[in-house]
């Protein structure tokens, strides 16, 4: 059989997960198991790995937003003032999504890096601690059809979404299985990340993983109620301005934005705030649980935001700054990513914090402006 060609009999599971994210479901090892080895603590920060301060190097100065510069990393840290904005939207494309109804939400004061974390970053990050990925203890992940050679072995699939095969082998530093590298990918966001994982690494740069209200205010980059970060059409003539599926779904990728699966994290313009790749590219898990666990439940699923390279709107157009989407805390796929939210104490109130506090009534005043 060539290019992966699925086993009927082994179909995986994807409880807890839509179509454009699926769950270990079926094929989930007990967490006891993945959270003794890893350490975890109940909020699914990994209690071996040691906490460190963010290092400021400096600043940039910005209309609504101040860029920290990080000495220890690929990254900048955009400190946003905060304020109330309009969430969500009105779209009933899923809804099951309960995107909506369109609210004001107020958030404080908070950092955001400008970009996915890289897997430059991320092997700095297993270099310092050791860290094992829960795809690495699971043994796989998800990967889509199309990077699978031709030749090789059968696999499962996802039932619902047979795109997605489970590849023994498949990390965050083999995206498409064993015989992967990252020889080229190292500007790339890191892939096959679950919730824990990405948890895990946030702590030890010193952050934590933002909250989706926080998301989708920095990806909006102070524009009101719009679809993408520059506006309400995704293609402006020609000109592509994320990367997402060209083509026909989910056999032919035109890539005429250039890229057929990831892009470098600093791809395309920034937004109004300078965050990178909000849209498109990979799906960034944030804090939230999707809705609110019970007592005692595994497998938390958490919600994730800005969709990715396979987003189409012929079968799913969740590249949208509203969008939402979820995957089982234990989850690793390879479109799935994220980048570290912080708090403006120590680290970043240095330098950043009375320029936070003049520009926070002046971004809530243009905001206003544009609502009328």
């Known amino acids: 059989m060539s290019n992966g060609a699925i086993l009927p009999s082994e179909r995986a599971g994807e409880t807890g997960s839509s179509c454009c ?9 007990g967490r006891g198991e993945v959270g003794a080895r890893a350490g975890g603590t109940a909020d699914g920060r990994d209690a071996s790995l040691p906490e460190r301060r963010v290092d400021v190097a400096g600043t940039v100065d910005r209309t609504a937003a101040t860029t920290v510069a990080l000495s220890n990393a690929t990254a900048a840290i955009v400190a946003l003032p905060g304020g109330c904005f309009r969430m969500g939207s009105d779209d009933r494309t899923f809804p099951a999504d309960r995107e909506g109804p369109v609210r004001e939400v107020e958030v404080a004061a ?10 430059y970053r991320f092997a700095e990050f297993v270099a310092d601690t050791g860290y094992v990925t829960e795809a690495e203890r699971f043994g796989w992940s998800f990967v889509f059809k199309s990077f699978l050679s031709a030749d090789h072995p059968p696999t499962r699939a996802v039932a619902a979404a047979p795109w997605w095969r ?8 083999h995206p498409f299985g064993p015989r992967s590298d990252l020889d080229d990918r190292r500007d790339h966001p890191v892939v096959h990340m679950s919730w824990h994982d990405a948890a895990a690494f946030a702590r030890w740069a010193g952050g934590r993983l933002p909250r989706e209200a926080e998301w989708e205010y920095a990806a ?17 003539g020609k000109r592509h ?8 779904f989910p056999d032919h990728d035109h890539a005429r934005d250039g890229y057929h699966g990831t892009a470098p994290a600093r791809s395309f313009e920034p937004n109004g705030f300078g965050l990178y790749n909000v849209v498109g590219n990979v799906w960034e898990w944030c804090a939230d649980p999707w809705e609110e666990p019970r007592d005692g439940e595994v497998n938390v699923p958490r919600v994730m935001k800005g969709g990715s390279y396979l987003c189409h709107a012929s079968y799913c157009n969740r590249y949208r700054l509203s ?3 979820s995957s089982t805390d234990d989850s690793s796929i390879g479109h799935v990513g ?17 320029d ?10 243009q905001a206003r402006a544009r609502r009328l």
């Not at 489970?166 to 530093?173: E, H, I, K, N």
Request: hydrophobic residues 40%; proline residues 5%.
């Open 338 to 354: 994220f980048r570290v939210a912080y708090d403006p104490a120590s680290d970043l109130a240095h330098g950043v914090a009375r």
């Open 220 to 236: 909006r980059g102070g524009l009101d109620q719009k679809r993408f970060p520059w506006g309400d059409r995704l293609v402006d």
């Open 323 to 325: 969008a939402r989407s």
């Open 241 to 248: 301005r994320c990367n997402v599926w060209q083509g026909s």
């Open 166 to 173: 489970v590849v023994p082998g498949a990390d965050w530093s």
């Open 356 to 365: 936070l506090a003049l520009r926070s009534a002046r971004v809530e005043e």
């Open 110 to 119: 908070f950092g955001i890096d400008s970009c996915a974390v890289t897997n």
């Open 21 to 29: 994210a699926p769950g270990r479901g079926a094929n989930r090892v």
